[in-house]
């Protein structure tokens, strides 16, 4: 009897083994040229059970993303030789890369290129100093959208006007042109054209996109929304500033 306890105990510990190892970590990406905070970082986030790769320049680590990549770049924006923004812009023009999700760390003070990186496709930002605690959490929430969106979450299509919009593809067209999106772009055209005629908030929209007590600016929203403007070109018209308010997306079809 005894040796019938430890046989099945043994095969329940080996079949608990056998299905952690499939499950597959995912990979975060440091880059930061200092090294006490490639430390920190890296000591942290393994505890949190993910798999970590760190770089101390923008060199080596776009060396690696010719053979590899992370499910995270956690990008500081300061380093010599390749900047932050230059790797957020190769992340982001990189057919392989461009949906990898992107954290910036900032310094503070460092507005402007806060707002130029949330621009070129990154989808959040902490500053220094930061609470590895609060980064974690951020990282998270990162990767839970990142899932959330992904090709296989299916949905019904949105049309307005020229506009399709394919939440199951991550795809927007304008008639026959297929619109290059950043993720964050994206999603803030989906939960506009969601609800034609419903007046959101900057607050509102940072809360549908990036979740809940996100920090980010009044001018960064501004600024993601100029952009999808932009790219949408005669059909941005359908996004409508609500002055003093917010923005929403125009009723018609």
């Not at 790797?87 to 806060?114: H, Q, S, W, Y």
């Not at 992904?150 to 619109?179: C, Q, Y």
Request: net charge neutral.
């Amino acid at each position: 009897m005894v040796d019938m306890r430890i046989s099945r105990r043994n095969d329940f510990s080996t079949r608990f083994t056998m299905r952690r190892a499939k499950m597959k970590k995912e990979t975060i990406w440091i880059v930061d040229d200092e090294e006490d905070i490639l430390e920190l970082l890296s000591y942290n986030l393994i505890r949190e059970g993910f798999d970590i790769r760190s770089f101390a320049n923008g060199e080596s680590l776009i060396e690696a993303a010719k053979s590899d990549q992370p499910d995270l770049l956690l990008l500081d924006l300061m380093l010599p030789g390749i900047g932050g923004l230059d790797i957020c812009r190769f992340f982001r023009k990189n057919d392989r890369m461009r949906r990898v999700p992107i954290i910036m760390l900032t310094a503070k003070g460092e507005e402007a290129d806060i707002v130029i990186g949330l621009e070129l496709g990154a989808d959040d930002y902490i500053t220094k100093p930061f609470s590895p605690k609060i980064l974690s959490a951020r990282i998270r929430a990162v990767l839970r959208r990142r899932r959330e969106s992904s090709p296989e979450m299916d949905d019904a299509t949105i049309h307005a006007g020229d506009i399709t919009i394919h939440p199951g593809r991550l795809t927007v067209t304008v008639g026959p042109e297929k619109i290059d999106l950043t993720q964050t772009e994206f999603r803030i055209l989906q939960v506009l054209a969601r609800r034609p005629g419903w007046v959101y908030t900057r607050g509102q929209i940072v809360d549908a996109v990036h979740g809940e007590d996100h920090a980010v600016t009044d001018r960064s929203i501004d600024v993601q929304i100029a952009g999808l403007r932009r790219k949408l070109g005669s059909a941005g018209d359908w996004i409508e500033t609500v002055r003093g308010v917010g923005y929403r997306f125009r009723e018609g079809t």
